[in-house]
T-cell receptor, first 113, second 113 residues
Framework: GDSVTQMEGPVTLSEEAFLTINCTYT??????LFWYVQYPGEGLQLLLK?????DKGSNKGFEATYRKETTSFHLEKGSVQVSDSAVYFC????????????FGGGTRVLVKP | EAQVTQNPRYLITVTGKKLTVTCSQN?????MSWYRQDPGLGLRQIYY???????DKGDVPEGYKVSRKEKRNFPLILESPSPNQTSLYFC????????????FGQGTRLTVV
């Protein structure tokens, strides 16, 4: 079946550091890929997405590129802020499976001043 | 404002006492689903609905029921809750299939004692 694997946290960084969260996937079809973010006490919000190979999603200084050859969708940000402290989820959907999201386990990121 | 509203936010109940968690969306979305979030496991789909009166099992449906009598509402029913259903629950809705964004409620933290 479909699955998403992302690096376990927690990841602790200092403000202005570079952030990378690795995400790889296996899928039976051609997936769309997403990063969702969960701030403390809140639901998930879409951070960025990419729907075909080589697409780059970007938002709020975060980027991720859909790499079909390595089945990866790594999240990066060049200079993190304390407000980026959250849990980040990599996820995929397959069109044939409707809008079911398959999630990775989540990565908690803590940014210290 | 586009939103998905879940109630209650927090619930403590005893084993075997039936409960319902409500979910409502104001975006006229066809697709709705329920997920549970457990540490290290990410979010797993419980049930989903592709339209009124159309529901189907997700990955972890045991012990849960749903109904979709109106497009905007998708309640989650636990007929006889057990401690292993202690979890954080999220309702989500989306407009289409494949690469469309899912909107999440703020979550319901359920504790079954």
């Amino acid at each position: 079946g479909d699955s998403v694997t992302q690096m376990e946290g927690p990841v602790t960084l200092s403000e202005e550091a570079f952030l990378t969260i690795n995400c790889t996937y296996t899928a039976t079809g051609y997936p769309s890929l997403f990063w969702y973010v969960q701030y403390p006490g809140e639901g998930l919000q879409l951070l960025l997405k990419a729907t075909k190979a080589d697409d780059k999603g970007s938002n709020k200084g975060f980027e991720a590129t859909y790499r079909k050859e390595t089945t990866s969708f790594h999240l990066e940000k060049g200079s993190v802020q304390v407000s980026d402290s959250a849990v980040y989820f990599c996820a995929l959907t397959i069109k044939a499976a409707g809008n079911k999201l398959t999630f990775g386990g989540g990565t908690r990121v803590l940014v210290k001043p | 404002e586009a939103q998905v509203t879940q109630n209650p936010r927090y619930l403590i109940t005893v084993t075997g006492k039936k409960l319902t968690v409500t979910c409502s969306q104001n975006m006229n979305h066809e697709y709705m689903s329920w997920y549970r979030q457990d540490p290290g496991l990410g979010l797993r789909q419980i049930y989903y609905s592709m339209n009124v009166e159309v529901t189907d099992k997700g990955d972890v449906p045991e012990g849960y029921k749903v109904s979709r009598k109106e497009k905007r509402n998708f309640p989650l029913i636990l007929e006889s809750p057990s401690p292993n259903q202690t979890s954080l629950y999220f309702c989500a809705s989306s407009a289409g299939t494949g690469g469309t964004e899912a909107f999440f409620g703020q979550g319901t933290r359920l504790t079954v004692v």
